[in-house]
C-alpha cells in the first residue's frame, strides 16, 4: 500500500472543510506530504504556515514551493515547545503523525489555543493501534489518549472521522473562545 493509499490525503483535506483564505499551520509539516495540497485549498488568499523542528525539512518546502511557483506556503522553524506561529493566529492547527513526538502535550497544546482566531480548530491525524508496523515502533497515540489530553488541555471534541484504517482523525475545538479579559460589570 502507497501513502496515498492509506493516508487518502484528498479526504482527509475535504473533511476539514478548508475555505478559501483560511490560514492554517501544518504543525510537524515534515517533507509537506499535506502542505501544499492545504495551500491548494486555501488558495491564493490563504496561508499555510509550515511548521517544523526540522531545518533540512523545512528547506526542503521552501525549495519545492519556490520551483513551483506555490507563494502561499511559509516555513517557520518551530521549537519543541512552541510552533512559533504569527500572533494574528490562523483558523486551523493541522497535524499528522505527529502528535506522539511532542513532548509535555498537556502544556503545549494548552499553549496552541492562543495561536488559534475565533472559531479556530485543531486536527489530528495520528497512527493508532490498528498499523502493527507502528505499533512496533511506538509511533503512535491510541485515539482515547488524545482525547483526554485535549480535554485536558481546554478542548473538546468536534468531529471525529473513521475512514481512515491505521490512523484516528480528530478535530477539536477550545472549550471557551479565547477573548479579551473584561471589566466585571457591576449593577
Avoid: C
Wanted: net charge negative; glycine share 8%.
Amino acid at each position: 500500500l502507497t501513502r496515498d493509499q492509506w493516508q487518502q490525503r484528498d479526504r482527509v483535506i475535504e473533511s476539514l472543510q478548508v475555505r478559501p483564505g483560511d490560514r492554517i499551520a501544518d504543525v510537524g509539516s515534515g517533507g509537506g506530504y499535506f502542505t501544499f495540497s492545504l495551500a491548494k485549498a486555501v488558495g491564493p488568499d490563504g496561508k499555510v504556515y509550515a511548521v517544523d523542528v526540522d531545518d533540512e525539512m523545512n528547506d526542503l518546502i521552501a525549495q519545492r514551493a519556490k520551483k513551483e511557483g506555490v507563494g502561499n506556503i511559509e516555513v517557520i522553524l518551530a521549537k519543541p515547545d512552541d510552533p512559533l506561529l504569527p500572533p494574528s493566529g490562523v483558523d486551523l492547527i493541522f497535524t499528522s503523525n505527529t502528535y506522539h513526538h511532542i513532548d509535555n502535550r498537556v502544556n503545549y497544546l494548552t499553549n496552541l489555543r492562543r495561536y488559534l482566531r475565533p472559531d479556530g480548530r485543531i486536527a489530528i491525524v495520528e497512527f493508532d493501534r490498528r498499523g502493527w508496523l507502528d505499533g512496533l515502533w511506538q509511533h503512535y497515540t491510541p485515539s482515547e489518549f488524545i482525547k483526554r489530553e485535549m480535554e485536558q488541555a481546554g478542548y473538546r471534541l468536534q468531529s471525529e472521522f473513521s475512514f481512515l484504517d491505521r490512523q484516528s482523525f480528530l478535530i477539536f475545538v477550545p472549550k471557551q473562545p479565547a477573548q479579551a479579559p473584561s471589566v466585571m460589570s457591576t449593577n
